[in-house]
Antibody
Framework: EVQLQESGPGLVKPSQSLSLTCSVT????????WGWIRKFPGNKMEWMGY???????SYNPSLKSRISITRDTSKNQFFLQLNSVTTEDTATYYC?????????????WGQGVMVTVSS | DIQMTQSPASLSASLGETVTIECRAS??????LAWYQQKPGKSPQLLIY???SLHTGVPSRFSGSGSGTQYSLKINSLQSEDVASYFC?????????FGGGTKLELK
């Protein structure tokens, strides 16, 4: 069974970087596409970006140059780094899998990790 | 970005009732639409993809329909375990975007 689990600090100071890990079991991240999605207070959701089976990445233009998604295939993990965070980055962050077809819907999700940006 | 307008924002229904949730896209998304269910404290679960294809293991009382800019999720014979939030997502156009969600409660 495919399982994803996010981990990382729940509190980040403004202007610092947010770093999260998604650990995947039951499926190799060298297949399919692996993304990050966040849900803001008030329930608006935003797709942040993905890393593909080959290691290529695609990001939401709204995040411009602040975002980076990388991976460690030996640990079957992928990572989110979001730089220069502000209070508007306070959200629950989810990692999720997209099918190999390339269609960007998400068939498996992690439980989510709540991140608060505050001094 | 394509805007997804979901309605209603909240819904109260009785057990056994049929429930319909709508999503309207700001432009044609050519059936590139998914529906998800999320229960409090749980991860979202995929229900429907390609507008009308049922994801593996999802009960057949869930169905999706629509085309162009208008899509709907129907739940037949509402069960207590269907109490949750539901949201749509378009993936036809880049970047993928989400509807605002519908909170479904029991009457």
């Amino acid at each position: 069974e495919v399982q994803l689990q996010e981990s990382g600090p729940g509190l980040v100071k403004p202007s610092q970087s947010l770093s999260l890990t998604c650990s995947v079991t039951g499926y190799s991240i060298t297949s399919n596409y692996w993304g990050w999605i966040r849900k803001f207070p008030g329930n608006k959701m935003e797709w942040m970006g993905y890393i593909s089976y080959s290691g290529s990445t695609s990001y939401n233009p709204s995040l411009k140059s602040r975002i980076s998604i990388t991976r460690d295939t030996s640990k079957n993990q992928f990572f989110l780094q979001l730089n220069s965070v502000t209070t508007e980055d306070t959200a629950t962050y989810y990692c999720a899998r997209s099918p190999y077809s390339g269609d960007r819907y998400f068939d498996y999700w992690g439980q989510g990790v709540m991140v608060t940006v505050s001094s | 970005d394509i805007q997804m307008t979901q309605s209603p924002a909240s819904l109260s229904a009785s057990l056994g009732e049929t429930v319909t949730i709508e999503c309207r896209a700001s432009e044609d998304i050519y059936n590139g639409l998914a529906w998800y269910q999320q229960k409090p404290g749980k991860s979202p679960q995929l229900l429907i993809y390609n507008a009308n294809s049922l994801h593996t293991g999802v009960p057949s009382r869930f169905s999706g329909s629509g085309s162009g800019t208008q899509y709907s999720l129907k739940i037949n014979s509402l069960q207590s375990e269907d109490v949750a939030s539901y949201f749509c997502q378009q993936y036809y156009n880049y970047p993928p975007t989400f509807g605002g969600g519908t909170k479904l409660e029991l009457k």
